[in-house]
């Protein structure tokens, strides 16, 4: 690590050969909502390798936080924009709330990455989700809630359409860094959950709790 001791007001560092030629795109992750890791291996080092001053650069510049998280033994970097709710970015256009449709099946993400815990890369595949709607614990929840009908099966026009919404919320999760997509737009769903799918424990603490009422409320709302 770098000088851990520059003064909060010195950028300095911004003039460092790989600052300079990574600044542009760490600032456009970062302010994206995008949690950076190895993955990203040239930001990432840079980011670590200068970690006190990004902070402090974005706690004086931009008024927000950034986070040196550690998830299954992998680090990851990101901004929180929800501490306190008060930082420059704060505010509702820039710092949007998952859906719950997208809460719900992120949490199922998270513990699909548990069931593949000793993986070295948790690789999902369509069918795996399949798999955790109509065997896991919580499968008459998520029949519930996808579905809108507890049954042994459903036809291929009913699951089209449960594929579509995960479709769509993984394009949000990979945008944020929580997942990696590996298939196309027209390719059968294919993706990696990344470590900072943890940061959804933090977030969503409660949910997490109860999650049988945390789905019943979704019902009760008709949120889905």
């Given at each position: 690590m770098e000088n851990e001791n520059y003064e909060i007001s010195d950028y300095s560092f911004l003039s460092e050969e790989g600052v300079e030629k990574h600044f542009a795109d760490i600032n456009i992750l970062l302010l994206s909502g995008k949690h950076i890791d190895h993955k990203y291996y040239a930001e990432y080092t840079v980011l670590?390798?200068?970690?006190?001053?990004?902070i402090n650069f974005y706690s004086n510049l931009y008024r927000l936080n950034l986070v040196a998280d550690i998830s299954d033994r992998s680090r990851y970097?990101?901004?929180d924009f929800t501490e306190n709710g008060k930082g420059k970015l704060s505010d509702?256009?820039?710092?949007?709330?998952?859906?719950?449709?997208?809460?719900?099946?992120?949490?199922?993400l998270l513990d699909m990455y548990y069931q593949k815990y000793f993986d070295e890369e948790k690789v999902i595949h369509w069918n795996d989700i399949?798999?955790?709607?109509?065997?896991?614990?919580?499968?008459?929840a998520y029949k519930r809630v996808l579905f809108n009908d507890i049954r042994d099966?459903?036809?291929?026009?009913?699951?089209s359409i449960v594929e579509n919404k995960f479709g769509k919320t993984i394009d949000s999760f990979d945008k944020l860094g929580w997942v990696e997509k590996?298939?196309?737009?027209n390719e059968e769903l294919v993706f990696e959950i990344r470590p900072a799918i943890h940061r959804l424990?933090?977030?969503?603490?409660?949910?997490?709790?109860?999650?049988?009422?945390?789905?019943?409320?979704?019902?009760?709302?008709?949120?889905?």
């Open positions: 670590e390798s200068y970690e006190s001053q990004w970097y990101y901004l509702t256009n820039r710092n949007k709330e998952l859906t719950e449709l997208q809460t719900l099946m992120g949490l199922t399949k798999t955790q709607i109509l065997e896991s614990d919580h499968q008459e099966s459903y036809d291929e026009r009913e699951w590996q298939s196309g737009r424990t933090k977030l969503y603490q409660d949910e997490l709790q109860d999650f049988e009422s945390f789905i019943q409320q979704l019902k009760n709302d008709e949120m889905l």
